[in-house]
């Protein structure tokens, strides 16, 4: 035994913990320190892994705070987290044991400020502009009647009467209206499954699949109109089949549903002024394309004749082509008999000096008239083809101004179908519209009449009550029923005539006899 014992190591009557003692204890003391925490910093690292849960990183320029956000909290989320952004997350602390590291179950995530909202707004334009979402090549042109309309907005506010208040004034269509929220969490997904449900109609079903969509919204500020940057909206209005307008804040207030959609208006008034014409303008541009088409059926009908006249007067008349020719038959016709003559003398000198024998002078008459015939008839043919040449050229022209009559004529014929046939449904549309019209003001007629009875004395009467006429109007008083001559007194059913009864002393009734209580 030695007489000095050795001295005991520091510390080694202390506790002896547990790894899981020890952690449960570190979470307990982050936890009671740091209840709820609200922190300011930038996201760094996002990763979202097919359980749904969100984790990320939140830091400065000199630390790094692990965050995550469960399933359940992330689906309810307003803001999602994005890389780079500024924001302001709220949550608890509490430590991780697996990896003996602290991290942040993070609720709630909201901007940190508008530069921050902007600076996001901007580089999410970026990345869906780079996926062509906003290309002009995507825009489709709006129909120029449309027949239905829908309206994605909220059902109770303004917007919604100013639109169908333009469209009444403008050009009645029929309107379909899909209510969704027009701010806050139920924003986004909202609009977007009413873009994609209108685009699910059906033609010919029974909700008509409308021809033109219109998502609208009043003035706010950048956090109010945020459901309309989200990229789910985004997208939903670029893959739309169905032109669509946005008219989405003020004219100065741009989100990126403008870019996607097929037009932007500055104020949903203004996207009913491009969603359908002026009626009235349509039917004066009607008229005028009617006018202007008779005068160039006119004009296509009076142009022909008038090339048929012009050449008719080139042409000359007819009987000028065988003037010259018959003046110069007749000049030579009258040389030609004492030319005969003449001849004929000289012959018979001739033959008279010399005889010449009977068969030799009928050979020779014979020759010279089979002579003469084949003249005769070389000179028929001549002026037979020299009459054929104007007939065949006029018969040619005839031909062509036919054929062009009737190339004129089919098209006029053609163009007034078109336009009957647009001035008809135009017709049957108005007649629709006139009969709805008629319809509502007699509803709206029948259901005053019935509040008129229903207010009236009438109705008053048939509860017992009764009125009382007398000769200078009516009787409200029993001094003013007594002055009458007489009145009548008038129930539900019908009135009865009445006389005031004659004044006679009123016997006065004794009191009724008192008692003593003895």
Known sequence: MDLLEDEPAPGSNAHEFTVSELSGAVKRSIEDQFGRVRVRAEVGRVSRPSSGHLYFDLKDDR???????????AARLIQRPEEGMEVIASGRLTTFPGQSKYQM??????????GALMAMLERRRKALAAEGLFDEARKRPLPFLPRVIAVVTSPSGAVIRDILHRLRDRFPSRVLIWPVAVQGEGCAPQVAAAIRGLNALTPGGAIPRPDLIIVARGGGSLEDLWGFNEEIVVRAAADSAIPLISAVGHETDT???DFASDRRAPTPT???EMAVPVRADL?????????RMLRANAQGIQRPRQRLRDLARAMGRPAALTEGPRQRLDLQGARLEPALRLWLQSRRNRLALRPMPSATLRQFTQAKRHGLDRIAARLD???????????????????????????????????ITQQDARLTDLSHRLDAALKRGQRQRHDALIRLDRI???LGYKETLKRGFAVVHGPDGLITSAAAAARAPQFQIEFADARIEARPAADKPRRRTPPPEQKTLL
């Open 63 to 73: 630390a790094v705070l692990a965050a995550v956000t469960w399933k359940g909290q």
């Open 105 to 114: 179950i993070v609720d709630q995530i909201e901007p940190a400020g508008a």
């Open 255 to 257: 989100t990126l549903i």
């Open 270 to 272: 203004a996207a009913a």
């Open 283 to 291: 039917a004066a541009r009607l008229a005028e394309t009617g006018a």
């Open 381 to 415: 043919q001549a002026r037979l083809r020299r009459l054929e040449r104007p007939r065949d050229r006029l018969t040619q022209l005839q031909e062509r101004l036919d054929a062009s009559l009737r190339r004129v004529t089919a098209t006029t014929r053609r163009a």
């Open 452 to 454: 008129r009875q229903t």
